[in-house]
């Protein structure tokens, strides 16, 4: 292994808070990809080694190297460091590379339904292991940010800052009880009919933060406008299970709230995605049915969750039996609901392919460089809408969670539908 690194080099990557006259009594830490143990997938693994990061960062204990920082020297250094590097020793020199004081190693195993998270701290100085860290959880890959947040409290802790609790999900409420329609901890994939609200059923995203944008780790066609990939947290909402229907629409048509949809041979069926539709037709039957047009963070949690999966279902390549995309050559949008195989982690339907959604948001391709953490609603100005989730003719690029696309808002095609959200 080369055990030196040119000067620019070593200047560039050292860590810009720690003063020559050591004012700043923070340590610095870096995490190395964490190691997919057994039936793990090394894209969850590095998905929990960037929440984990993410923990890390919020500490105000710790200078934390990013993770993109030290993915850089492990590339400049190929013909050195292979990618299994997984001795203390090989570990202990990426992070004198980082110039950083303690590294963060380990592994993430899964036993039955438990996953197991493993972290070791390690001295970059001596190469001592300072301290080791185990946490369980019997859940499912989406909750597995619970798992890191356990982790990153522990570890922040030996660092002196207060460790807090991570506290387990609330329970959903019963059916029918005066807090049902804000629930906050729903069974994944349980239909629900909010009262007051038309069109069909819904279900539940609850309230807390995901992994936005494009999870390069796990998707090699990253667009500019999808960066940088950032936690963004939540309220609770519901959102429409399935795009709504030409049926559902005609009934808003009927009311007279609702302006006819442009009509396409072979698209017009009662149970077909509606399309024809512009943005402003797609706000109005919203409004109508008591609802509202998802934010795109709204639209992108529940089409992924939280854990920067790159499709609703996973990471699994697309392929024609969990969406209707170009390659499936259907010519038209096909009746919702048909590609179960295809659900996103919360239940919802068809979020890829079949029809493009119409979001709230006006489109801004550097929007994530400055949107807020809470609740973003998108660029306070411009003249384009975003879609989201691809579309029957489009190809799997777009089919990807993390695609936007954009149009006007008047545009009326055979390829753009919507869905709605409720509080």
């Known amino acids: 292994m080369k055990k030196t690194l040119g000067l620019s080099l070593i200047l560039f990557f050292a860590c810009p808070l720690l003063s020559a006259s050591g ?67 090989c570990q202990v020199e990426i992070g004198k590379l980082v110039q950083c004081q303690k590294m963060v190693v380990g592994d993430l195993s899964k036993l039955g339904s438990l996953y197991i998270l493993t972290v070791n701290i390690i001295d970059v100085k001596t190469g001592a292991v300072e301290n080791t860290f185990k946490e369980k959880c019997a859940c499912s890959e989406d909750q597995l940010e619970q798992l890191a947040a356990a982790a990153g409290n522990k570890i922040r802790g030996y660092y002196g800052e207060s460790s807090l609790e991570v506290p387990p999900p609330p329970p959903a409420p019963p059916p029918g009880s005066p807090s049902s329609k804000k629930y906050q901890g729903p069974v994944q994939g349980q239909e629900y009919r909010p009262g007051g609200e038309k069109g069909g059923p819904m279900v539940v995203v609850p309230a807390g933060e995901f992994l936005m944008g494009c999870n390069d780790r796990v998707d090699d066609d990253c667009h500019d406008d999808e960066k940088p ?24 048509v009927s009311a007279g709230n609702c302006r006819d949809n442009k009509k396409y041979d072979g698209f017009t069926g009662a149970r077909q995605p509606v399309v024809g539709v512009d943005w402003n037709d797609a706000k109005s039957y919203c409004e109508w049915a008591g609802k509202r047009l998802p934010t795109e963070a709204q639209w992108e949690k529940a089409a992924r969750g939280t854990n920067g999966r790159k499709y609703p279902w996973g990471n699994q390549t697309i392929n024609c039996s969990l969406a209707n995309y170009s390659d499936c050559n ?22 890829m392919g079949n029809a493009w959604e119409w979001v709230a948001d006006r489109f801004d391709k550097g929007y994530y460089s400055s949107s807020p953490e809470r609740n973003p609603k998108g660029a306070s100005s411009g003249t384009s809408r975003v879609l989201r989730g691809g579309g029957w003719g489009g190809g799997s690029e777009g089919a990807r969670a993390a695609y936007r696309s954009y149009d006007v808002p008047a545009l009326q095609n055979n390829t753009h539908g919507f869905r709605c959200v409720g509080d």
């Open 229 to 252: 990939y950032h936690k963004v947290y939540l309220d609770a909402f519901h959102i429409d299970k399935l795009e709504v229907t030409q049926g559902d629409y005609d009934q808003c």
């Open 23 to 89: 004012a700043d009594n923070r340590t610095s830490v870096a995490v190395y990809p964490l190691k997919a143990v057994g039936a793990v997938d090394k894209s969850l693994a590095a998905t929990v080694t960037s929440l984990l990061g993410y923990e890390l960062s919020q500490s105000p204990k710790l200078i934390y190297i990013r993770e993109d920082m030290l993915k850089t020297v492990m590339e400049r250094q190929a013909q050195n460091i292979s990618d299994a590097c997984d001795s203390t020793m």
């Open 330 to 351: 259907k010519g038209k949008a096909v009746e919702v609901g048909g590609y179960a195989s295809g659900a996103s982690p919360y239940g919802a339907l068809d979020m």
